[in-house]
DNA sequence: GCGCTTTACGCTGCGCGTAAGTATC
DNA sequence: GATACTTACGCGCAGCGTAAAGCGC
């Protein structure tokens, strides 16, 4: 009662009248019969607690009280279809941010293309990429810097408490190497052929090592580099100075005349990659459209 | 459809959930009953197009789509409870300005204390006072610069189109002049007994020379000075050089030692004093009241 | 008497409260 | 099994439309 009610319909037919300075066409302009339309007007006024039109039978006109309310009414009805529509927009992803973490493998490979397919449909979508290993991605998670992660959880699959996971896929890895490296020819590859040869590591917390530390243990390779930048390997392994093992979402880095690349079906040798959000909140419309999109793109990645 | 309703009562239950995260506590916050007040919420998410809550038995908590809602929420409602408040401080008469014009007697003398009990009741309102003569007065009630006017129109009473007056009195005149005038013994005072002795007579434009000539034509008075102001007839009548008629509620000029003013009962010479407004639209509360209060002590006076 | 607003009066349906249902921990 | 949201359901009343009645010109 201390606040009286107001509701954006009352102000419509408030405005209605005010414009229309006539019951009947202002009526029939709010889709309602003319008494109804007379009672409505005469409930705001008794809610506001004045009169705000002047009416005899031959002309309807605002008091000076309803001047003053019709500028905050205008003002009142703007601002809320303002919200509406912003909200509106959201829904529809016309409007919206996604803060995105990866994997630098899957920030410089895969993901852009999804990206541009997502923003193909929605431009009025921003997009933020933020390439980071899978620790620092699930702490962005945590730290409610990201809306979500691709990231490689080596631990927890989906019980960290305040994190949901959700596995994406396994992805196999692959010998890289020159074109004219004796294990091009080998028939079978196996972990202990791979021994020998200068390796190429990545560094010891990527995604990429820890798997492959995991899957090898306890046999050891001859690690002669370990690096940070999947580029770098790139570029050692083309100058014939090391092979390396790498899974296959990275290997379009490889994609180059004299290095060939080849699977390398190891047992225990897969790199899982999850999504990951908090496990608090859902997503926003335009952050849960973007990740299914990933799923499905990458569903049938890994079909095919 | 298009545009959807929304109302203060939504908004009030959307931000007490949102603050409340619990349906029971935010129901009973809103006076409600916990089932009454789930739908409340739902019908407003179903008009909105969007989810505003993610509620688990466990928890309840904002959608990233509800965040974004929230900020429009309380601004909306902040913004409403302004504009009703803005308008019940003008209907309380703790907000406002009126704008009155007045004729320089009434302006200078009698007027000012009714603006003062007025202000003292009504600390909140700001009164914009024009002292002009009556021409000048209805042209400024005609012109919106003014709510209304105090003013003599010696023509037509109530009819002239546009519009509305009201008699508020008949002022009474005055012989004004010096304690040593022999009219001062004058038993019986006449419009002839005036006529030889020189006259201060006011401009041919104001109230006062209008309804005196009025009165006394086709008589012809001595006529030795014509002035603006009252003031000045004050002075010349002081210094001896005349005597002059005036009306009743200009007498406050001539209170002085050696200054005499006797009541002067000629038919027909009178004053009329009205209240004039624009026919169309009423005043607002804050200039109706001082209208009334205007009115009122008027009438005291014309009784007293 | 005409035009427009208000009043009168059933009626539908929205929205409330009570009570039972259901899911999650 | 306790807790908290949802569904079910009957009911009252706000608000609608139709029809009749004021009320200024």
Redesign the interface.
């Known amino acids: 009662m201390r606040?009286?009610?107001?509701?954006?319909?009352q102000l419509?037919a408030f405005l209605a009248l005010a414009e229309q300075r006539n019951f009947t066409r202002a009526a029939q302009h709010s889709h309602l019969s003319q008494p109804a339309f007379s009672a409505l007007i005469r409930t705001l006024e008794d809610s506001?607690?004045?009169r705000l039109f002047?009416r005899d039978t031959r002309?309807v006109?605002l008091?000076?009280?309803g001047q003053?309310?019709e500028a905050?009414?205008r003002?009142?009805l703007d601002?809320?279809?303002?919200?509406?529509q912003?909200?509106?927009d959201?829904?529809a992803l016309r409007k919206g941010r996604v803060r995105v973490a990866a994997l630098p493998s899957l920030a410089a490979g895969w993901l852009p293309g999804v990206f541009a397919e997502y923003l193909a449909a929605s431009p009025g979508i921003r997009v933020d990429l933020r390439d980071a290993l899978s620790d620092a991605c699930i702490a962005m998670v945590r730290g409610g810097e990201v809306d979500f992660a691709l990231a490689a959880t080596g631990a927890e699959p989906s019980a960290q408490g305040d994190l949901r996971s959700r596995r994406l896929c396994a992805d196999g890895f692959h010998l890289v190497c020159r074109a004219d490296h004796p294990l091009v020819r080998e028939k079978r590859l196996t972990a202990r052929k791979l021994a020998p040869w200068p390796f190429v590591q990545m560094a010891r917390n990527s995604s990429v090592r820890q798997a492959l530390d995991a899957a090898l243990h306890p046999l050891r390779l001859n690690t002669q580099f370990e690096v940070e930048h999947l580029a770098t390997v790139t570029g050692l392994v083309e100058a014939g100075l090391g092979i390396s093992v790498v899974p296959a979402l990275t290997l379009f880095h490889f994609r180059r005349d004299g290095v060939v690349t080849r699977p390398l079906p190891l047992p225990g040798l897969r790199r899982q990659l999850y999504l990951v959000q908090r496990r608090?909140?859902?997503?926003?419309?335009a952050?849960q459209s973007l990740a299914d999109l990933i799923v499905a793109r990458l569903g049938e990645l890994m079909v095919g």
């Open positions: 606040p009286p009610d107001l509701s954006t319909r419509r506001l607690g004045a002047d002309s006109q008091t000076p009280e003053l309310f905050s009414a003002r009142l601002d809320a279809g303002q919200a509406l912003d909200l509106a959201h829904v608090e909140g859902s997503l926003s419309v952050a």
